[in-house]
């Protein structure tokens, strides 16, 4: 059992920037980022591979959010630049280790002017 503690989301202007912070209880072979609109489903935002630190993002995403990882805390972060209406939602942690797939609570993010 793995458990996820996010923190990091709030409220910003469009073109603002936050960070979001996901630490885990344990060891783990992928940690990601989704998220989900309101009335939409859940979409995997970037994923990034614990040992090989080998990272994918959602082409909605690419160039302006990175994600990295700091395995020493066995934490994940999620730098958000340039960050757009469309990228409001609920932001949630996920990682995957011993073939099970494990979630955070969700953190809000919320781009308003």
């Known amino acids: 059992q793995v458990q996820l503690v996010e923190s990091g989301g709030g409220s910003v202007q469009p073109g603002g920037s936050l960070r979001l912070s996901c630490a885990a209880s344990?060891?783990?072979?992928?940690m990601a980022w989704y998220r989900q609109a309101p009335g939409k489903e859940r979409e995997l935002v970037a994923l990034?591979?614990?040992?090989?630190?080998?990272?994918n993002y959602a082409d909605s995403v690419k160039g302006r959010f990175t994600i990295s990882r700091d395995n020493a805390k066995k934490t994940v972060y999620l730098q958000m630049n340039s960050l757009k209406f469309e990228d409001t939602g609920v932001y949630y942690c996920?990682?995957?280790?011993?073939?099970?797939?494990?979630w955070g609570q969700g953190t809000q993010v919320t781009v308003s002017s």
């Open positions: 990034i591979l614990s040992l090989a630190g080998i990272a």
């Open positions: 996920s990682a995957t280790t011993s073939g099970n797939r494990y």
């Open positions: 344990g060891f783990t072979f992928s």
